[in-house]
């Protein structure tokens, strides 16, 4: 199995000193960017928007995973694919028409993701797998970072690697909210491929070292 990637969440950098945590970033053993965007109608928060975005994105040296926490995203894709997104992943409680707005990221030039929230059921994408490039389980209600992590995703993220065997898909599998050092091992072991990680990293006396401890114990 290949190396975890690790995807600190700007969500909880300093946005006093952004670009110093996004050079921080861009300097250490992260492997994307992990970016969070909230409408304060999909979840209840609002967090930040293309402004911003555009600012991290002038200093990012490494990939944009962005995260649509927003009703109706089919109306931002090309604006996402403009900013620079490299990943771009819409949430499956929030598409109706889910297949069209995957081959619209993709029409783009994105790589395309679905996140589930904690109550969904992986059995949702069976009939999608094929189409995605990533799968974010969440694992934490979408909406805050510095929440506890919810101890069923361990067992979300087996099933997901067996339907992912079973339909031969080429997809990553992303686990976000409340990763630490207690939980890193044990998600890769059940198969994750990206462990997003915010406020473990950001809130540490040393983010860089806290990286390269997350990437050490994943390798
Ligand atoms: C939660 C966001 C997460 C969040 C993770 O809605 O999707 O990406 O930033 O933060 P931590 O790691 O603090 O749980
Ligand atoms: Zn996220």
Redesign the pocket.
């Known amino acids: 199995m290949s190396a975890t990637l690790i995807a600190p ?1 700007v ?2 950098a300093d946005f006093g000193n952004l670009q110093r945590d996004i050079e921080m970033v861009n300097a250490s053993q992260a492997d994307w960017f ?1 970016i ?1 965007i ?1 409408d304060g109608v999909f ?1 209840p ?1 609002i967090s930040y928007g293309m402004p911003v975005l555009k600012a991290i994105k002038k200093s990012a040296t490494k990939p944009l995973d962005v ?1 649509l ?1 927003i009703v109706d995203p089919d109306r931002y894709i090309d604006t996402f694919a403009g900013l620079g997104a490299d990943v771009l992943t819409v949430h499956y409680e929030a598409c109706t028409h889910l297949h069209r707005t995957l081959q619209a990221i993709k029409q783009a030039g994105m790589k395309a993701g679905v996140a589930l929230n904690p109550h969904t059921p992986i059995t949702v994408l069976e009939s999608i797998i094929t189409e995605l490039d990533l799968v974010c389980l ?1 694992s ?8 506890k ?1 919810i101890e069923t995703t361990f067992e979300k993220t087996n099933q997901l690697r067996q339907l992912v065997a079973q339909k031969n898909a080429q997809v990553l599998i992303e686990i ?4 630490t050092s207690n939980n890193a091992l044990e998600l890769k072991n059940a198969g994750a491929d990206v462990l ?6 950001f ?1 540490a006396a040393d983010p860089t070292n806290t990286i390269k401890d997350l990437k050490t114990l994943t390798k």
Do not use: E, R, W
């Not at 934490?140 to 510095?146: E, L, Q, T």
């Not at 976000?176 to 990763?179: A, E, F, L, S």
């Not at 997003?196 to 990293?201: E, R, Y």
């Open positions: 969440s969500l909880a992990h969070d909230m979840v928060n995260h926490m969440m934490v209600n979408p909406g805050f970072g510095g929440q992590f976000d909210g409340g990763v997003v990680a915010g406020s473990f990293v809130g």
